[in-house]
């Protein structure tokens, strides 16, 4: 467990709002981080769902060799452990293949459930779409 230093009484008022200033970029990037990962994270679902439908597999070894090998350059070029950098993309890539591999089970799952409801719908007869994929 951490205590707040800020709120330490003996602690130098200037070093406290220093400790502030910083902490208070550190929350800002942190923001940025998760507002990054969130958009990230929507065009991997787009990747996975045209993935899915065209049947191609949830990993792409060879894409994550590469791009792991460009992250580890852009974290030496950046001053950053290249080492923290790989461990952190293998983080988000496992679970970026897994989202795929949940949306390809989904994608499967409807398709199944489409050709049986088609099949159903050819005995009845012709539908009307009447808008947003309703049928009536």
Known sequence: MTTSDTGNPEADPEVRRELTRLRASIDNIDAAVVHML?????????????KARHQL????????????ARL???????????AFAEKFLNFIIAEVIRHHESI??????????????GE???EAGPQTVTGAGDRR
Not at 57 to 68: F, G, K, L, W
Not at 104 to 117: I, P, R
């Open 38 to 50: 969130a958009e990230r994270f929507k065009a991997t679902q787009q990747v996975g769902r045209l």
């Open 57 to 68: 597999p949830p990993a792409d070894p060879a894409r994550e060799a590469r791009q792991i």
């Open 72 to 82: 580890r350059g852009l974290a030496e070029d950046a001053r950053l452990d290249p």
């Open 104 to 117: 390809a089970e989904d994608t499967a799952e409807a398709g199944a459930g489409e050709a049986v409801a």
């Open 120 to 122: 159903a719908g050819a």
